[in-house]
């Protein structure tokens, strides 16, 4: 076993720094032809497959590797040994448009837009090794690495309790995840959750529909950590119901009950929940209504049959939009835009989310009243 992570010292971490450049005080220097060894305890796996590129930010991101080969799949990973344990691992991208992070053979994150990009991810090691890459978010896109902290949480190589969020372009990450101006509410969705009993892993992606979550690895990805304790909140349907998607309304319902039954499966809790309308969705009374989009009848029919928790968003952000009216309905939304919810939109449609659940008695929950 390397000795460059001592059981012993739990709260240090690991720092690598990435790139044919300069190295940052503090952090292990690694360049693309760097290739794994038992003795440094890293490298890369195929380093003929990696290449050193430039980057735009600053420190340890003014510089990163380029991933040639890629796929949640690929063989071509960074290999680091480490003693079996639950890790949290910080990833900041060089320059790229959009891309996602994998390891053990699994999206980790989805879709990190915009230079030097950073989020973070727990992860189990049970076979004393992270693999991981940078891979698709868009293809023809650059899959790039800056940097790595990794810092051992626990030796006990199981996840702490997660809410695990599925859903697309009105639930996903946006970045810098702090500061965007555009926001998804399962992006927002952890500032009303006890962080003392739950983290949460956003899987929500752009434009997603029901059988590309299932099919395309980001159900997958769930479905390999998720444990009873867990929760899964999943809300598609506005773009199923897009004729270039051909889902019928049957075929949604059933797409959805097969993620539903395969996730309750592994004991954890599913909760359905139905998107929000548009901006514009006022009637002549000045009453905001949407309940005939997005296929949200099958959801709430499915929730009913498949006895899982349901949160109508539709119903209840339609309630508060009515509440505050229309031209304060359309400033939570992105300019010019009816369906995407700004910040301060994505805050107000996460805080109704987990205040419903705190209402139905789920734990874990903290919204003021």
Known sequence: MSSLYAETSPSDDLRFDFGGGSVEPGYIGVSAAEGYSQNTGYGFNTPENMRNVAASGLGEASDAVQFLAFGTKS??????????GLYEVKVTLGNTARASVAAEGVYQIINMTGNSAKDKFQIPITDGQLNILVTEGKVGTAFTLSALKIRKLSDVPVTNRTIYIGGDSTVCNYYPLDSSAQAGWGQIFKDFVNGQTFQVRNMASGGQIARGFRNDGQLEAILKYIKPGDYFILQLGINDTNPKNTTTEAEFKEIMRDMV??????????VLSTPQGRATDFNAEGI?????????????????????????????????????????TIALYMPGDSL????????????????????????GFSVSE
């Open 75 to 84: 063989t071509n990973t960074f290999n680091v040994d480490l003693p079996n």
């Open 261 to 270: 039954q395969q996730v309750k499966a592994k004991g954890a809790t599913v």
């Open 288 to 328: 905001h209504t949407s309940v005939n989009r997005w296929y949200r009848h099958s959801t709430v029919a499915l929730a009913q049959e498949e006895n899982v928790p349901l949160v109508d968003l539709n119903v209840l952000s339609s309630a508060y939009f009515t509440s505050i009216g229309r031209e304060a």
């Open 340 to 363: 995407h919810p700004n910040r301060a939109g994505a805050t107000e449609l996460a805080r109704i989310v987990a205040a419903e659940l705190q209402r139905q008695g789920l734990d």
